[in-house]
């Protein structure tokens, strides 16, 4: 909350209800992950390697801002595949229940999905057409090899990636937000 | 084994030798087993139950039915298990199988088994060992470090888990939901730990944690414990009477859930779980296309099943669907409501319906109930006009009844408007026949519908026509001020009564009446308020022919008062008056007034209080004196601030420390009091009367008033006078008596002492009495010198008190050389005025003076009784002895002590006895003791004799008023003095009698 006091506020266009969508998702993601630590307590002293499970390759050693946000785009695509397969995988273990946690994944999820619609607004052009749907990239291997202590690890490993994801959003977009705005001033 | 030495040649023969023994003991050794018949188990197969944990061992051979079994922890060689086991055989392959079932799961670390053939105590060889490869092993390349995974136990069991480290960890601690376990190592990088009597988890499972020493590697597994299902309730029904929907409670909470652990439902084997997966809900259904009769429930979970059967005709399971589609039309008083049914099977089904109708105005709720074939619109009656209203239907079968349907959807509709209700009206009157004609407003279920307007009419009854237009009112008004003396006039003095009406848009309401006639007061006896209000009773009355009217209202209201009522049909006799507007402390007039088409009459009042308090204010009181009297006045208590029937005053008297009650004055109209004789006895004061008024709820406070009282000498002075009346009358009245029975009290006190008869040679000239101490002739010497009393005093005492004497009489002529008791006896025998000798001698001489002293007047000197003192010896010769116990005793009380014989004073001439001689007071402490015929009768009684009344009824001497009996006190010389004078002025006034 205190990053986004810093930071000027963004008015009404789209690279700004996209920067304030991306800050409200990280937002989000860190209340989502606190509820998750409050049930699986063990994990509030655990900290994983640094191994990534979402990535974004450019193509170019120094991408413009535009490719910066379709990179960004194609990671949130990848987040909300594993926020999919969370989603999915937590149901067939315990069932449904309406409690805040699940209350708090559904915005998430909503809110991402929102993200990525902003998101392909903004960079999509007539060239290029942007999928919106989850990447879904992880399989078995990945989420429920290690029964289901791994995959409390792995949802773990998912919530920071969904944080590490929205934060950079946030400022991709609000380097996007910047420029576009700088230009149409100028 | 022996060492030998031998040469090369020996060498080879012993190596030959050393072989051959070799190859002898083993074929003996070989011969021995294949004599036993029991052949090594062969091809040793292990195949592991990783979820059970159970080991299925399974050999060939052995040609015995027993063998034993040893299960070993490889790395460490530890025996985990070893016993003789009886395995199942398959006949037809011949394999022998045994089942072992591990605490430790069977990952966790390898296991060496060896299996030999027993029968008895013959045992084969060992098979050879077969190993089950743990995941501790180092080629294992396993993920997973924490076994078991994802295990699914029953609430209470145990459980054994096991971490397996990389190489190189140490482990710091395994930690069950947070609590730290107790850790046993299995092998070189295996650590175990047992959980007891294991609780249900949560959501999500127990966790089991394996930590590390380095901090970034965690390892662990879940476990989720719970229990196996308990559905309850299990029934089918129908509701379109075609279909079976079969309902059940989920009951006891499993503690698992997902769709791998949860509870599978199936009902007559068909799968209902897919829409009772919810973890919040209680209730689950299932639903089938037909009707069958017979249901089984099979709820299962990994830890257990259970089933529950229902079976029922359609017919007895019907519950109708909610009605559907309410609509109502309603009129005033009334409505109809009608639905539509969901299914046209309906239409002949009997059903029994309830109908729930709440007013929007009260909340109130009206059940009914409705029944018919097919039945979908009922007609509600007795509803109120001008009223909102919803409604709601839900219906059962009629016939084989089994529950309620479920509500359909609320409905609300409003009744119309309808004319108001008669206003209920009354009238009040001032004294002065002015007044009011008061109603009650309308409420809104009278009113029935917004009111718009009253009307009042004067109208003569007489005359059948109003006497002036109709008074138009607003709604919010309801009275309206009469003048009787001017409607009195105009109506010729006729009757008149006031027709009030109240209208709204329905139009008006009929005219309630109220006749404008004055009454007149009746008394009003007392009435006590009950739990139920005021009881009050009266008698049918037959002019009542339109009820009567209970009026009530305060009874000191002066003017335009609030007045209350209420109206009761013909034929009533009792009521309670109850109101919330009732006050403790204020009394009420209530007026009973029957009603007829003529006029109104009083027929009864009463007067009563809801709740009677002690008055409010004090009284005004004052106090005076009047002579002995106190007089209190006081005011009387305003009747409002009376706040019940006054019962009384007590009046009180306080005096500084007591508050003391003089009179209770129970007549509440008594104004004074007076305190009788309250001022005598006393000198002068001040004095506080109170008096505080009563009534049933106890006193007030009362008013204190004081009076300072004057003394009343006239009464004191009045009643000396009196006493010293009646002290003269009473002696004038003894002295009148004995001067009239002078000669019986002569001869009772005083009898005359006969001449002594002289002999004619008798000198009679008068001289000096010569008394010489008489000879001793009837003196009895008793020879005891230890009781040699009299000697010792005889010479002692007069010595002392002839010194005395002496310088107490100055120039009195005495013959000093003379003894004490002659002198005395000289004394005695001269007539002249007694006086005392000694006044203030010692206490010996007290005791001397005792008979010196006293009154007794010996004018006849009896010569027996002197002469056996006087013929004491006066040399000391003398043989006769008192008794003497104590020398001092004797010689500080004694003194002078003539002629005692206490005991036989008739026999002065004998000697004394020895007894008396021995008694101790009365002989040694004595004093004097004259010749009386008194007897002692025990020395405690002499011992008594120093209280005056032993000598009461004493006999007296002839010549003495004073009592013979030694007086205890004598030596007190006051009250022989007392005595002494009293007595000289009896012989004067027995004297002055003598003729």
């Known amino acids: 909350m205190a990053e986004q006091e810093e930071q000027p506020i963004a008015g009404r266009s789209l690279t700004g209800q996209a920067v304030a969508l991306a800050r409200l998702l990280h937002h989000e993601c860190t209340s989502l992950l606190r509820l998750y630590t409050e049930r699986e307590t063990f994990l509030s002293s655990y900290t994983p390697d640094g191994k990534r499970l979402v990535s974004a390759s450019p193509e170019s050693e120094e991408p413009s801002t535009e490719e910066q946000v379709h990179l960004l785009h194609s990671a949130l695509r990848q987040c909300l595949g594993l926020l999919h397969r969370v989603i999915q995988k937590e149901e067939e273990e315990w069932g449904k229940l309406e409690d805040e946690y699940e209350s708090m994944r559904k915005n998430v999820r909503a809110r991402l999905e929102h993200l990525l619609y902003s998101t392909k607004g903004l960079v999509e052009t007539d060239g290029t057409n942007l999928e919106v749907t989850p990447d879904n990239q992880c399989n078995e291997e990945t989420d429920g090899s290690g029964g289901v202590f791994g995959f409390k ?28 705005e700088g230009a149409e001033e100028a | 084994m022996a060492h030998l030495s031998l040469t090369p040649t020996s060498k080879l023969i012993s190596s030959g030798f050393v072989w051959l023994l070799w190859i002898v003991l083993g074929f003996s050794a070989s011969h021995t087993h294949a004599d036993t018949g029991l052949t090594v188990p062969q091809r040793v197969t292990l195949s592991p139950n990783w979820y059970t944990q159970e080991l299925s061992i399974s050999w060939l051979g052995g040609g015995a039915t027993t063998f034993d079994l040893i299960i070993l922890r490889t790395e460490f060689n530890e025996t985990v298990f070893y016993e003789t086991v009886s395995p199942t055989v398959n006949k037809v392959s011949g394999l022998h199988q045994w089942t072992w079932t591990s605490v430790n799961p069977l990952e966790c670390t390898s296991l060496s088994v060896k299996i030999r053939s027993r029968d008895g105590h013959t045992t084969s060889e060992w098979s050879q060992t077969e190993t089950l490869q743990g995941n501790d092993h180092p080629n294992s390349e396993q993920r997973v470090k924490v076994f078991p995974q994802d295990k699914v136990l029953p609430v209470g069991a145990n459980i054994t888990f096991c971490c397996i480290l990389d190489e190189g960890m140490v482990l710091d601690k395994l930690k069950y939901d947070g609590n730290t376990t107790s850790v046993t190592r299995l092998s070189r990088r295996t650590y175990s730990t047992t959980v007891f009597n294991l ?16 901090k970034e590697k965690l390892y662990g597994t879940v476990v989720f414990v719970g229990y196996p299902p308990l559905p309850i309730d299990f029934k089918c029904e129908t509701h379109d009477l075609r279909s079976a929907v079969c309902q059940w409670g989920k009951g006891r909470d499993t503690h698992l859930y997902g769709s791998q652990r949860g509870t599978r439902y199936f009902v007559n084997n068909r799968d209902c779980s897919e829409v009772n997966q919810d973890v919040g809900q209680k209730e689950a259904t299932c639903t089938f296309d037909t ?110 009844f089994w529950k309620w349907g479920n509500w359909s959807k609320l409905s609300s509709f409003k009744t119309k408007t309808y004319v108001p209700d008669t206003p209920d009206a009354w009238i009040w009157l001032n004294t002065d026949n002015t007044g009011k004609v008061v109603w009650k407003p309308l409420t809104r279920r009278q009113s029935h519908g917004k009111l718009t307007q009253y009307e009042v009419f004067l109208w003569s009854l007489e005359e059948n026509r109003a006497l002036a237009p109709a008074v138009t009112l607003p709604p919010n008004n309801w009275s309206m001020p009469v003048n009787l003396t001017e409607i009195a006039f105009f109506s010729n003095n006729g009757s008149v009564v006031a027709k009030v009406t109240a209208r709204n848009n ?32 009266w008698e049918n009355n037959a002019n009542a022919t339109c009820g009567y009217v209970v009026e009530w209202l305060d009874a000191f209201c002066p003017q335009d008062c609030p007045v ?28 009973l007034y029957s009603c007829s088409s003529d006029a109104r009459e009083l027929l009864k009042r009463w007067q009563g209080y809801m709740q009677e308090l002690v008055p409010s204010v004090a009284l005004t009181l004052s106090a005076s004196q009047q002579n002995a009297d106190v007089l209190l006045t006081w005011k009387e208590i305003p009747l409002v601030n009376r706040r019940g029937f006054l019962l009384g005053y007590n009046i009180y008297n306080s005096t500084g420390y007591q508050f003391k009650l003089l009179e209770n004055v129970s007549d509440p109209e008594t104004m004074s009091y007076t305190a009788k004789d309250f001022a005598k006895g006393f000198i002068k004061g001040t004095f506080k009367f109170t008096v505080k008024a009563y009534t049933a709820a106890g006193e007030n406070t009362g008013t204190t008033a004081t009076v300072t009282i004057e003394p009343y000498t006239d009464w004191l002075i009045l009643e000396i006078l009196t006493s010293l009346g009646l002290v003269t009358l ?32 008798w000198p009679r000239t008068r001289g000096l009495l010569d008394v010489k101490p008489s000879p001793h002739s009837m003196v009895c010497v008793v020879e005891t010198p230890e009781y040699d009393c009299i000697k010792d005093m005889l010479v002692a005492i007069p010595e002392e008190d002839e010194d005395d004497a002496g310088q107490g009489i100055g120039d009195e002529s005495v013959d000093t050389d003379e003894p004490t008791s002659l002198r005395y006896y000289n004394q005695m025998v001269d007539e002249r005025p007694i006086r005392p000798r000694f006044p203030d001698s010692s206490a010996s001489s007290i005791s001397s003076m005792s008979s010196a002293h006293t009154d007794v007047t010996y004018t006849g000197i009896q010569t027996s009784g002197s002469s ?36 036989a004073p008739s026999d002065d001439m004998d000697l004394p006895s020895p007894e008396s001689f021995l008694e101790p007071q009365a002989a040694c402490s004595g004093g004097y003791k004259p010749q009386g015929s008194w007897q002692l009768d025990s020395p405690v009684d002499a011992a008594e004799m120093g209280s005056l009344a032993p000598s009461l009824g004493s006999p007296t001497s002839v010549a003495s008023t004073q009592f013979l009996l030694p007086d205890g006190e004598e030596n007190t010389g006051e009250k022989r003095q007392l005595s002494s004078s009293a007595a000289s002025w009896l012989t004067n006034l027995l004297s002055s009698t003598k003729p």
């Open chain 1, 153 to 180: 690890l792995w949802t773990y490993q998912v919530l920071l990636e969904l944080i590490h994801w929205s934060d950079h959003a946030a400022k991709t977009l609000h380097v996007l937000h910047t420029e576009r």
């Open chain 2, 291 to 400: 009707w069958e009769g017979n249901w089984t429930l099979v709820a299962k979970n990994l830890l257990g099943q259970y089933s529950l059967t229902d079976t029922a005709e359609l017919s007895h399971r019907v519950c109708p669907v909610a009605p559907d589609l309410l609509s109502v039309v309603a009129d005033a008083w009334n409505a109809s409501l009608s639905w539509h049914w969901k299914y046209d099977s309906y239409s002949s089904l009997a059903l029994v319906c309830q109908v729930e109708i709440t007013a929007t105005e009260d909340e109130k709720l009206i059940k009914r109930v409705f029944s018919g074939v097919g039945l979908r619109s009922v007609f509600l009656s007795d509803l109120y006009p001008d009223e909102h209203y919803s409604v709601k239907v839900r219906c059962g079968a009629q016939q084989n």
């Open chain 2, 199 to 214: 609780v249900a988890s949560r959501q999500s499972g127990s966790n089991m944690l394996c930590l590390p020493e380095d």
């Open chain 2, 868 to 903: 056996l003192v006087l013929q004491l010896d006066p040399q000391g010769s003398s043989e006769c002895h008192q008794p003497q116990l104590d020398r001092s005793v004797s010689s500080g009380g004694g003194g002078y002590r003539p002629q005692m014989q206490p005991r």
């Open chain 2, 730 to 761: 009473l002696l004038a009245i003894v002295t009148f008596t004995c001067y009239k029975k002078r000669k019986w009290v002569k001869k009772a006190f005083y009898p005359d002492i006969p001449e002594p008869k002289l002999p004619s040679d």
């Open chain 2, 564 to 591: 209350e009522w209420i109206k009761l049909p013909a034929g009533t006799t009792n009521v309670s008056i109850e109101s919330a507007t009732f006050q403790p402390g204020v009394r009420y007039n209530l007026s």
């Open chain 2, 506 to 537: 329905a139009g008006s309401s009929p005219p309630a009446r109220v006749h404008l006639t004055s009454v007149e007061p009746l008394a009003a006896p007392r009435i006590v308020y009950t739990d139920q209000g005021f009881p009050l009773f």
